[in-house]
């Protein structure tokens, strides 16, 4: 069974800068997409970014120019880089990944626990 662990989150004022990390543990046979969510008290839960196993980033259009996805796939970890940090983005971030346990298992996906992040205006 494969765990993903975040860590990182905390309370930051506007402007401030925040590094989160997600590592995957566990039974993996490979990884595949990898990616971060949040969600806000009251709100759907949405795609922040997303990153193919090859490195290929993709972004929401509210963090594009301001966050950074990366992935150390020796580690089997991705980080998310956020700068310039609003009041709009705090929520509960949560890790996201798809995995096969084994070489004759079907991918699957795997959620987080989640990390909060508090930008105070």
């Known amino acids: 069974q494969v765990q993903l662990v975040e860590s990182g989150g905390g309370l930051v004022q506007a402007g401030g800068s925040l590094r989160l990390s997600c590592a995957a543990s566990g039974s993996i046979f490979r990884t595949y997409d990898m990616g971060w969510y949040r969600q806000a008290p009251g709100k759907q839960r949405d795609l922040v970014a997303s990153?193919?196993?090859?490195?290929?980033?993709t972004y929401a259009d509210s963090v594009k120019g301001r966050f950074t996805i990366s992935r150390d796939n020796s580690k089997n970890t991705i980080y998310l880089q956020m700068s310039s940090l609003k009041h709009e983005d705090t929520a509960a971030y949560y890790c996201?990944?798809?995995?096969?346990?084994?070489?004759?298992?079907?991918?699957?996906?795997?959620w987080g626990q989640g990390t909060l992040v508090t930008v105070s205006s």
């Open positions: 996201n990944g798809f995995f096969q346990e084994t070489r004759f298992s079907d991918s699957s996906s795997v």
């Open positions: 990153i193919a196993i090859g490195g290929s980033p």
